[in-house]
């Protein structure tokens, strides 16, 4: 007999890190949950691997992309109360694979930022919803965390360089927030949080600039979701999948 895995989360942390692989992913799935750690005085930082420079849809040229998508994160960060947001170098929004220089680049993060949880995509492939959660980058991204998590942060003979040549130690994350993956359990109720995931959406002003109801289509995915994991009716959740890694 072996029991189920702890998906309790625990109630206060003192740094969260997110790693996701577009500018933009953090705050579809997960900007009401974020702004609730704000609140509760958690210090979260991000870290996102690509600039998102397939994204978009008006006339932006290609070679602006990377940089209107990097300060249209910061600016969403901005509205829920995220200080620090880092862009990883070398990575095309289309072209992610769980590779050891990904390992390492995340690993590097986890270290630098020492985070007690760490949210990412879920690496599973969900064949209900195949477009959205599970674009290949997403899968890759949350296939790499996980294995920075464990074992790469915690060894410190993972990746040697990052102790002997910048000062890196070890680091062990306590629990792990996967979004996007098949059915998640644990519901944030975001009801209260709701306007500065709305504020944080709409600052990805080349993604969402072109949707009529951004409003109604999240009340349309977060209401149901929430009643689904037992919140009464009127609220909204986002939901996850958690784990404890330590
Ligand atoms: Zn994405």
Redesign the pocket.
Same mark, same amino acid.
């Given at each position: 007999m072996t029991s189920p895995p702890p998906t309790q989360p625990a109630a206060h942390v003192e740094r969260a890190l997110c790693v996701?692989? %577009?500018p /933009? /992913?953090v705050d579809?799935g997960s900007a009401g949950t974020v702004a609730t750690w704000t609140a509760a005085g958690t210090e979260v930082t991000y870290c996102i691997v690509t600039d @998102?420079d397939a @994204?978009g849809f008006d006339e932006t040229p290609r070679d602006q992309m990377p940089i209107l998508r990097e300060a249209e994160q910061r600016a969403a960060a901005a509205a829920l109360g995220v200080k620090q947001v880092e862009f990883l170098d070398g990575y095309r929004d289309g072209t992610v694979t769980p590779s050891l220089e990904l390992r390492r680049d995340i690993t590097a993060a986890i270290r630098r930022h020492r985070p007690d949880r760490v949210l990412t995509?879920a690496p599973l492939r969900r064949w209900d919803r195949l477009a959205g959660p599970s %674009?290949p /980058? %997403?899968l890759a991204v949350g296939e790499a965390t996980t294995c920075a998590i464990y074992p790469d942060s915690r060894n410190r003979f993972a990746f040697p360089e990052l102790e002997r040549d910048l000062g890196l130690d070890a680091w062990t994350v306590r629990e792990v927030w996967y979004l996007g993956g098949p059915n998640p359990d644990v519901p944030v109720d975001i009801t209260d949080t709701f306007e500065l995931k709305l504020a944080a959406l709409r600052a990805h002003v080349s993604q969402v600039a072109h949707m009529e109801d951004l409003e109604g289509m999240l009340r349309e995915r977060f209401g149901p979701l929430a009643r689904t994991l037992g919140l009464p009716e009127g609220r909204l959740a986002e939901a996850f999948s958690v784990f404890r890694t330590a």
């Open positions: 996701l692989a %577009h /933009d /992913d579809f @998102g @994204g995509s %674009h /980058d %997403h």
